[in-house]
C-alpha cells in the first residue's frame, strides 16, 4: 500500500469516501470532519490522483480499494461515491461484496459509462482535445466545467468551490502526459450484474447535473434490489462542495436507517 494515499480519522462503522475522477479526497473537506465524529472515515487517493502514485502496471481501481480495506481491517463498509468515485464504489459492490454494507452514489452508475446528451458530450471532447494537446490549462477549464453542468457558467458557483476544484484537477492532469498508456483493467457486464447488488443503495444527485449523470445515477437505482435517489437544487456534478450542509443531511438521515 506504500504507492497509495489516504485519510483515516474518527472511530465507529467504516465510511469510505470516494472522491471523482481527476480531483482528489480533498473534495471531501466539508464532509470529514462533520461525519469523523461518528464514523471511521477511510479517505484514499485513487491510484493516478492527488498524493498516490501512477499506475506501473494494469490494475483496477475497486482492487486498490478492496486491498486497503483489507489492509486496515475494516469490516464491511459504507461506500459513498461522487462521479468516478461513485463507479469505483459500484464495482466493489460487484467484485468484492463481502467488503461493502451500503453505497451511496452522486453522478454516475456504474464503471461503464455511457454519454449521449450534447453538452456532455462536447464539454468531454474539449477535455480530451487539450489533454492530447498537451495543454493543461485549457484542460483543466474544460473539465472544470462539469461542476456548473449544462445550465450554469463558472461564474454562478461560488468562488472558493470552483477554485478548490481547479487546484486538485490541475494537481492531477500535471502528473499525467498525453502519451502514457492507460493501465486500467474494465470491470465487465456492470449494469447486467448491478441488479444483483443486495445492499441499500442511495443516490444524492445534483438536480442540475448533466441528463447523462443523472439518468446513469437513477437507472442504477432503478437496477438494483434496494435503491432510492434525492437531488439537491441547485448544485450540479458536486453537490457536496456546493451545497454540504444538505448533502451532509442527506447522507446522515440515510446512515440512520441503515
Given at each position: 500500500m506504500n504507492d497509495l494515499f489516504w485519510l483515516d480519522t474518527g472511530?465507529?462503522?467504516?465510511?469510505?469516501?470516494?472522491h471523482g475522477g481527476f480531483v482528489d479526497n480533498r473534495m471531501w473537506d466539508d464532509q470529514i470532519p462533520a461525519l469523523a465524529a461518528r464514523y471511521r472515515v477511510i479517505a484514499p487517493d485513487a491510484r493516478g490522483h492527488g498524493r498516490s502514485a501512477n499506475a506501473t502496471g494494469p490494475f483496477r481501481h475497486t482492487d486498490d480499494l478492496a486491498a486497503l480495506l483489507r489492509h486496515l481491517g475494516t469490516g464491511p463498509a459504507i461506500l459513498v461515491g461522487v462521479s468516478m468515485g461513485a463507479s469505483i464504489a459500484v464495482d466493489t459492490a460487484l467484485e468484492h461484496p463481502e467488503l461493502v454494507s451500503a453505497v451511496v452514489v452522486s453522478g454516475a452508475g456504474t464503471s461503464e459509462p455511457n454519454f449521449t446528451d450534447p453538452w456532455t458530450t462536447r464539454t468531454w471532447t474539449a477535455w480530451q482535445s487539450a489533454m492530447a494537446a498537451g495543454d493543461l490549462n485549457a484542460a483543466v477549464e474544460a473539465f472544470t466545467l462539469f461542476a456548473a453542468g449544462p445550465h450554469r457558467t463558472l461564474d454562478d458557483l461560488h468562488p472558493e468551490v470552483v477554485g478548490r476544484l481547479r487546484e486538485m484537477t490541475r494537481s492531477t492532469l500535471s502528473k499525467h502526459t498525453p502519451d502514457e498508456p492507460d493501465l486500467r483493467i474494465p470491470v465487465h457486464d456492470t449494469w447486467i450484474r448491478a441488479a444483483k447488488i443486495d445492499v441499500p443503495v442511495l443516490a444524492i444527485n445534483g438536480a442540475i447535473d448533466?441528463?447523462?449523470?443523472?439518468?446513469?445515477?437513477e437507472r442504477l437505482t432503478h437496477t438494483v434490489a434496494d435503491g432510492h435517489a434525492i437531488s439537491i437544487d441547485q448544485t450540479a456534478h458536486y453537490p457536496n462542495m456546493e451545497r454540504p450542509?444538505?448533502?451532509n443531511k442527506a447522507l446522515e438521515d440515510f446512515l440512520r436507517t441503515l
Open positions: 472511530a465507529g462503522q467504516p465510511l469510505v469516501l470516494l448533466s441528463p447523462d449523470h443523472l439518468g446513469m445515477a450542509d444538505v448533502f
